[in-house]
C-alpha cells in the first residue's frame, strides 16, 4: 500500500508557476513510477507527466512539454511537478498516482495508488 499526498497547488496568473509535491508514505517509493494527471470541470482525467523508478525516464503529454517538468527525489520519498508558463487551459484538480510496473505509463489504469487531488487555478 502507499499513500500520496499533493499539495502546492493554487490560483496563479497565466504566465507564471507553480510547482507541486507528491509525498508518499507505505511501500517503496523508489520501486513506482509516479504520474501526474489532471482533471477538469466536466472532463475526463488526463495524463500530464510520469517519471519512471528505475533510469528516470520522463514522459509528457504533448500539451505540457516543454513547459512542466517532473522529478523525484527517492530519499525524500517525493515527486514534483514544475509548471512554468501556466495557462488558462492548465486550470483543473491535480493528481499524483504511483504506477507498481515502474514504467511510468501514460494510462491511467495502470496506477493503483492515487492521491487525494490539488487544485490548479489559471486565471487570464
Known amino acids: 500500500q502507499v499513500q500520496l499526498i499533493e499539495s502546492g497547488g493554487g490560483l496563479v496568473q497565466a504566465g507564471g508557476s507553480l510547482r507541486l509535491s507528491c509525498a508518499a ?6 520501486n513506482y513510477a509516479i504520474g501526474w494527471f489532471r482533471q477538469a470541470p466536466g472532463k475526463e482525467r488526463d495524463f500530464v507527466a510520469s517519471i519512471s ?6 514522459y509528457y503529454a504533448d500539451s505540457v512539454k516543454g513547459r512542466f ?4 527525489d527517492n530519499a525524500q520519498n517525493t515527486a514534483y511537478l514544475q509548471m512554468n508558463s501556466l495557462k488558462p487551459d492548465d486550470t483543473a484538480v491535480y ?22 487531488g490539488t487544485q490548479v487555478t489559471v486565471s487570464s
Do not use: E, K, N, V
Open 53 to 58: 523508478w528505475s533510469h528516470g525516464h520522463t
Open 95 to 116: 493528481y499524483c498516482a504511483a504506477d507498481p510496473f515502474g514504467l511510468g505509463s501514460t494510462s491511467a489504469f495502470d496506477y493503483d495508488y492515487w492521491g487525494q
Open 25 to 30: 508514505s507505505g511501500r517503496t517509493f523508489r
Open 69 to 72: 517538468t517532473i522529478s523525484r
